[in-house]
Nanobody, 114 residues
Framework: VQMVESGGDLVQPGGSLRLSCAASGFAFSSYCMNWVRQAPGKGLEWVSHICGGRAEIVYAESVKGRFTISRDIGKNTLYLQMNNLKPEDAGLYYC????????WGQGTQVTVSS
């Protein structure tokens, strides 16, 4: 199992980013795929998940209406479209596989600053 995140960058408040998580070694649609973030000096915060064959989607209240999670089964890739970014959205974003053995990617850094 391998998961590699990308797409993190420095963006101004109000800007947008799209994160990707390229996964290999397992059937994507059989698991729950999550985005989890960690702001500097703070604990882990779950952001969103997309689960199973029915692609059940849930968002944290802090990102609802601004972030969109999606996946491409054929490419085994998870995405997080982030719009209207705020300084409090900054942090290291991880993709995490759950509903079975838990695996974490290495993370991608998002910085929101003017």
């Amino acid at each position: 199992v391998q998961m590699v995140e990308s797409g993190g960058d420095l963006v101004q408040p109000g800007g947008s980013l799209r994160l990707s998580c390229a996964a290999s070694g397992f059937a994507f649609s059989s698991y729950c795929m999550n985005w989890v973030r960690q702001a500097p000096g703070k604990g882990l915060e779950w952001v969103s998940h997309i689960c199973g064959g029915r692609a059940e989607i849930v968002y944290a209240e802090s990102v609802k209406g601004r972030f969109t999670i999606s996946r491409d089964i054929g490419k085994n890739t998870l995405y997080l479209q982030m719009n209207n970014l705020k300084p409090e959205d900054a942090g290291l974003y991880y993709c995490v596989r759950t509903a079975g053995d838990i695996y974490w990617g290495q993370g991608t850094q998002v910085t929101v600053s003017s």
